[in-house]
């Protein structure tokens, strides 16, 4: 599970949750969700590991395709 907190544009701490990676990685590619590239993320957790990601919204699917995911299998 990939979990993304940001901030939308009132300030408003927002989560999406995506049940894998392949999820995520298929609303990215449909840009099927409704969320600006430039929101701030606050906290990016994949199966509960907590990722040190610090950006925008935009910017995650590059940083995790950079990652070895594998590790936490």
Known sequence: MIEITYLDASKQEKTM???SYE???RSQHACLIGVADYYPV???T???HDLDYH???GD???YLMKQ???QYN
């Open 60 to 62: 995650v699917f590059f």
């Open 46 to 48: 994949y199966k509960g």
């Open 17 to 19: 949750t995506f049940e």
């Open 42 to 44: 606050q906290k990016v």
């Open 23 to 25: 999820e995520f990685e």
């Open 68 to 70: 070895d995911l594998s």
């Open 55 to 57: 950006g925008t919204y």
